[in-house]
């Protein structure tokens, strides 16, 4: 049965059944853009991964603006807020959401070494309670190769719960020396997730907002 809800969950995220939604939920997606994705996507197919779950996340929420206001940005040594896709302005078609993949390949191809994971969260949580929504949700997507940078999950945890209105939480998809289901043990019970096939990314935000939702009634 769980398996068939996976495949039925694939490519679209559907509004929570039972919820009263007057004002569309705002989103922010945090994607990691950094030189590590090209690096060593020889090694795991990590850049790829990247690509595939953009084009999840595109897919998935592209039926319902009504329902949710989404906003993709990346992150680099370069950059903590690379725009790509505004809220409003979420890509209809296959040619605009292949314009947003080739984007960034790119910055990943050409980026510096560094990394700029919190200040990007930092800026993410700040952004997304700019305007009045139903909820606020803000997703880091990460490669995990953050040890390196000496950033713990303590200052990833900070930086999630600095606003309370703000739902945020980091998915890993990559690892090394397992790396992701380290971080994801040492964050906050479900802030974090490891997710190494992107088809069950629709699975893992269903599950986040089923899990908000029976919070929320039992306050």
Not at 41 to 48: F, S, T, V
């Amino acid at each position: 049965p769980e398996k068939k809800n996976v495949f039925k969950l694939r490519g679209e995220v559907e509004p929570t059944p039972g919820s009263i939604q007057e004002l569309p939920k705002r989103i922010r997606f945090v994607m990691d853009v950094s030189g590590s994705m090209t690096r060593f996507d020889d090694e795991d197919g990590r850049l790829k991964r990247l690509l595939q779950a953009t084009t999840m996340i595109m897919e998935s929420f592209s039926p319902y603006p009504h329902k949710y206001q989404i906003s993709v940005v990346g992150h680099s040594g370069d950059s903590a807020e690379i725009p790509l896709i505004e809220y409003g302005k979420f890509p209809d078609n296959r040619e605009k959401r292949a314009q947003i993949l080739r984007k960034m390949a790119a910055i990943s191809e050409y980026a510096s070494s560094g990394d700029s994971t919190i200040e990007a969260l930092k800026l993410a949580v700040r952004d997304v309670v700019k305007e009045e929504a139903d909820d606020y949700f803000v997703f880091l997507v990460s490669d995990a190769n953050l040890r390196r940078y000496g950033i713990s999950p303590q200052e990833i945890s900070r930086e999630m719960s600095v606003n309370k209105k703000v739902n945020a939480y980091a998915i890993f998809i990559a690892s090394q020396w397992e790396e992701a289901t380290t971080l994801t043990k040492e964050l906050p019970m479900g802030k974090g997730y490891v997710c190494l096939d992107p088809s069950l990314l629709p699975w893992i935000f269903q599950r986040i907002f089923a899990l908000k939702m029976l919070r929320d009634r039992a306050t």
